[in-house]
Structure formats: structure tokens, C-alpha cells
T-cell receptor, first 112, second 113 residues
Framework: KQEVTQIPAALSVPEGENLVLNCSFTDSAIYNLQWFRQDPGKGLTSLLLIQSSQREQTSGRLNASLDKSSGRSTLYIAASQPGDSATYLCAVRFDSARQLTFGSGTQLTVLP | KAGVTQTPRYLIKTRGQQVTLSCSPISGHRSVSWYQQTPGQGLQFLFEYFSETQRNKGNFPGRFSGRQFSNSRSEMNVSTLELGDSALYLC????????????FGPGTRLTVL
């Protein structure tokens, strides 16, 4: 079964700290991987999309990397701010499926 | 450019009733996907529509159905509601579906009493 795992489920850091969120997936045959942010009770905001041929993508203070062979992706957030507090979701589009398969998310709290 | 819109934002229904949710994709996007989000199961794929045809379907009972119109707007319907159908229903649009980037709407919060 194709699965996506995110550990830890929750993370609390002081403002200004650099942090890394982890995502692992069970099958290296993927089309792409997408990172999302979700605020409480809201929809998903797309942060970064990495195609299977890419190693990383950057947007502002965010950098996402992809290592297909090991089935891992990381989302690096530089100089964290309280406004970064949200749940971060990793979603993988496996070769054998058209839909996104989501991890359960990491709930991030950045303390002022 | 306007984002994905979903209506209504909140719904309260009782067991046995049926409900219809609506999704308007980003202008120019032809693929619409639906997902159910619950605290216990997380985000699960319901179905995807492209050019008015269901192209992919998740593992949900037949009570869950959908359709897409010629303007790419989509509706999903849930019949004979059960308590376990209480969830946030999210719609996502993309240009052609498949491997391109998906953009999500704010969701419809359905509560079944």
C-alpha cells in the first residue's frame, strides 16, 4: 500500500529558529510531491511543488527537497515567525495513481 | 485571478438527508478533485472530474457521487447521510489534472446530527 508519513505530528519552536519538517513515502515511483499549509478550519494553501526530476524548490523562506531513492522530502523553514504556525501537509502523486496521497501533517507552533 | 470557491461554507444536516456541495474552479482549470478531511482519517480522495467525465474515483461508497458541468464547475452529492460523513469537504482544481499543481478551495464544513 502506498503511504505517506509525517513525523513529528506536532512541533513547537521559538521565533527565529530554522526548522525542518519531514515527509517519507513508501514507493519511489512518483510524479511529484506537493507541500501545503493549512490554518485551523481552513482550506489548503499550496507552498511548493517538486517534480520527480527535481531535487529541490525554493520560495522565499521555504525550501523543499526531494530524495526519491530514499523516499524522503524535507521542508526547511528559515527564520520562523509566529505567522508560520499552521499544519503542514505533504502530498505525493504516485506513478500508479492520479490523485494526491496525503500525510497526516505536522502541526507547527512558533512561539513569540 | 480568483481562487477556487466552494459553497456553502457550512452545512448542518440530519441523518438520512442528502446534501449537494458546489465547487467553482480557477478560471481556465478543467480538472476538479474532491477530498474528505476528518480528524481520524485525514485527507482522503473522493473523485476527480475532467471535461465533464469522472476520471478517477476513491474508495467511498456509492452514496457519494459527483458531476461536472461544461463550465468546469463541479458538484458532489451525498445521499442518506450518516454521522460519519461529518467532515470538511475540500475541492481542488488544476489545469488538466494528472501531474500538475493542485489548488484548494476553503472547504465546506458538513455536520451531520
Amino acid at each position: 500500500k502506498q503511504e505517506v508519513t509525517q513525523i513529528p505530528a506536532a512541533l513547537s519552536v521559538p521565533e527565529g529558529e530554522n526548522l525542518v519538517l519531514n515527509c517519507s513515502f513508501t514507493d519511489s515511483a512518483i510524479y511529484n510531491l506537493q507541500w501545503f499549509r493549512q490554518d485551523p478550519g481552513k482550506g489548503l494553501t499550496s507552498l511548493l511543488l517538486i517534480q520527480s526530476s527535481q531535487r529541490e524548490q525554493t520560495s522565499g523562506r521555504l525550501n523543499a527537497s526531494l530524495d526519491k531513492s530514499s523516499g524522503r522530502s524535507t521542508l526547511y523553514i528559515a527564520a520562523s515567525q509566529p505567522g508560520d504556525s499552521a499544519t503542514y501537509l505533504c502530498a505525493v502523486r504516485f506513478d500508479s495513481a492520479r490523485q494526491l496521497t496525503f500525510g497526516s501533517g505536522t502541526q507547527l507552533t512558533v512561539l513569540p | 485571478k480568483a481562487g477556487v470557491t466552494q459553497t456553502p461554507r457550512y452545512l448542518i444536516k440530519t441523518r438520512g438527508q442528502q446534501v449537494t456541495l458546489s465547487c467553482s474552479p480557477i478560471s481556465g482549470h478543467r480538472s476538479v478533485s474532491w477530498y474528505q478531511q476528518t480528524p481520524g482519517q485525514g485527507l482522503q480522495f473522493l473523485f476527480e472530474y475532467f471535461s465533464e467525465t469522472q476520471r478517477n474515483k476513491g474508495n467511498f461508497p456509492g452514496r457519494f457521487s459527483g458531476r461536472q458541468f461544461s463550465n468546469s464547475r463541479s458538484e458532489m452529492n451525498v445521499s442518506t447521510l450518516e454521522l460519519g460523513d461529518s467532515a470538511l469537504y475540500l475541492c481542488a482544481s488544476s489545469l488538466v489534472g494528472g501531474i500538475d499543481e493542485q489548488f484548494f478551495g476553503p472547504g465546506t464544513r458538513l455536520t451531520v446530527l
